[in-house]
């Protein structure tokens, strides 16, 4: 009976320009193995025809343990060589290594094969291959080290973990049996079954241990927290950023003031000065003194245009609204909350500055923030490195105010207010969405890109201008204004404060809480 091994493929060379891996010497070895045993059991002489019952039997057995040697002899293949351990060495593992011998399988094959009858063919097995076969062990195939420059693992001589599920018949030659003749066999009695034999219990595999500097260099070290941002930067950077920003404010202001101090003490700059003081003289037609009602549209234009800025930031940055209005006509037609406030805050505003604007012209205060000379220019010139030099010009308010003042409250009211209303209308519901023709003429881009940058103007002119206010004679500054007398007295200090006090209370009221009651009257409030 022959008996076929498995070929090997030849793979890629193990070096540039080489031979294909694994050599064709060791194709031919591990084929020519199996070949010769084949050969050596096809080979065995014929018994005796007299001795047929027992040589029959003999025979069996004797077939059986050649299957189960050629079965072992076909895969006993040469062991493939892979790369080298370190490098420029030789391919691992080294060309004299064999596969590694199998223990215990001769007691397991001798077992599954013996019979009373097989016993005398057994004993013909020659000695020395039957003790090769006993004596060998299974060597486990030796890895790649635990630590960096040590010993392959596992050790050298270790067994494996399981060795119960070692079961590989023995490498043993044909039986060669004698022609003499022997005593008729008396039939034997049937064999009762055996038990069949518990199955054998599976031992856990033994995990190496690691060495300690091995796993204390593989553990990962602990994730820092991530700081928790205000925006694009954290605590810290904020405060970093403020303390460089003001710094760095600090001393641009310095140096602009040490330089317009220097340029005011030339001899030309002093004639300029002399020249144009910062104000030129009202219309004789001007109204004196400023009235009340004028103070207390001064208070409605606070009131609204703080909130119509807090209202205007909460819509530009709140991403998922949790409350939406609808009017009564078009239910249909949905926008949020915020975004509602924000309108009607601008509704209002229009309709107080249509009342400022009509009183203004109505009374003559008109000519007080509209420039009426061209003198106003080099007016406002001086009046601008007098406030830089920190010697402020004389105040007057009460009579007339200095051009810088006059251009930049006109700026504000019939520049800065109509652009706000025309770009915030625009974004509105209430413009048109089907007129194409208008819409391309008056894109919504457009708006947007103005509507910004207009309420950051206003909030820089806040902040200037109250800030003037408290630094030009405080007390007097906010009678004229809340209190419409020309006094220094608290009066007009404490309207003020009151005034404050309203709308910060209105700030914190402006929630979906306050707002949705209010909006209910004039339209339907929900959560979708």
Request: a positive charge; aromatic letters at 10%; zero cysteines.
């Amino acid at each position: 009976m022959a008996t076929y091994g498995r070929t090997t493929r030849q793979g890629l060379p193990r070096v540039a320009g080489g031979e294909p891996w694994p050599p064709a010497f060791e194709l031919a070895e591990a084929i020519a193995a199996p070949a010769a045993t084949s050969v050596a059991v096809d080979a065995a002489p014929a018994p005796a025809a007299a001795d047929a019952p027992a040589v029959a039997a003999a025979a069996s057995a004797g077939t059986a343990t050649a299957v189960a040697a050629a079965a072992v002899v076909s895969t006993a293949r040469t062991v493939r060589r892979g790369l080298p351990r370190v490098p420029g060495g030789e391919p691992w593992p080294p060309a004299s290594a064999a596969p590694a011998p199998v223990a215990a399988s001769v007691a397991v094959a001798e077992s599954a094969t013996a019979t009373p009858a097989t016993d005398a063919a057994a004993a013909a097995v020659p000695v020395t291959s039957r003790a090769v076969a006993a004596g060998g062990g299974v060597a486990l195939r030796r890895g790649l080290p635990r630590i960096p420059d040590g010993e392959p693992w596992p050790p050298a001589g270790s067994a494996p973990a399981r060795p119960e599920r070692v079961a590989a018949a023995p490498v043993v030659a044909a039986p060669e049996i004698s022609a003499a003749p022997a005593t008729p066999a008396t039939p034997a009695a049937p064999a009762a079954p055996a038990a069949p034999a518990p199955a054998p219990q599976r031992a856990p595999m033994a995990q190496p241990r690691r060495a300690a500097t091995v796993a204390a260099a593989s553990a990962r070290p602990a994730a820092e927290p991530w700081p928790k941002l205000y925006g694009p930067y954290s605590r810290a950077e904020w405060a970093g950023a403020l303390f460089i920003g003001g710094f760095g404010l600090l001393l641009a202001a310095t140096a602009v003031v040490v330089g317009v101090n220097w340029l005011l003490g030339l001899a030309p700059m002093q004639d300029f000065i002399a020249s144009y003081p910062g104000e030129y003289e009202l219309p004789e037609t001007a109204p004196l003194g400023i009235p009340a009602w004028i103070g207390w549209q001064h208070f409605f234009n606070v009131f609204l245009i703080v909130l119509i800025m807090r209202s205007g930031l909460q819509v530009r940055t709140q991403k998922r609204p949790t409350a939406f209005w609808s009017p009564r006509w078009n239910p249909q037609r949905k926008i949020s909350l915020p975004l509602w406030f924000h309108q009607s805050l601008d509704i209002l505003w229009l309709v107080n500055g249509l009342i400022f604007v009509v009183l203004l012209f109505m009374t003559g205060q008109w000519m007080r923030i509209v420039p009426t000379s061209w003198e106003v220019f080099p007016n406002a010139i001086s009046a601008l490195l007098q406030y830089l030099s920190l010697d402020w010009p004389t105040e007057n308010g009460w009579v007339n105010y200095n051009s810088l003042q006059q251009i930049t409250y006109f700026l504000t009211v019939f520049i800065a207010a109509p652009l706000a209303a025309i770009t915030g209308v625009r974004m509105s519901g209430l413009w048109p969405k089907n007129a194409k023709t208008l819409n391309r003429i008056y894109p919504v881009e457009w708006a947007r890109a103005v509507h910004f940058p207009v309420m950051l103007y206003f909030v820089l002119f806040i902040i200037v201008h109250v800030g003037l206010v408290l630094a030009t004679g405080a007390l007097r500054n906010l009678n004229h204004m809340y209190a419409s007398q020309d006094v220094v007295n608290w009066t007009g200090f404490w309207i003020f404060v009151a005034s404050l006090v309203v709308i910060a209370a209105a700030w914190f009221a402006a929630r979906p809480l306050v707002l949705a009651p209010i909006a209910r009257l004039f339209g339907k409030v929900s959560g979708r």
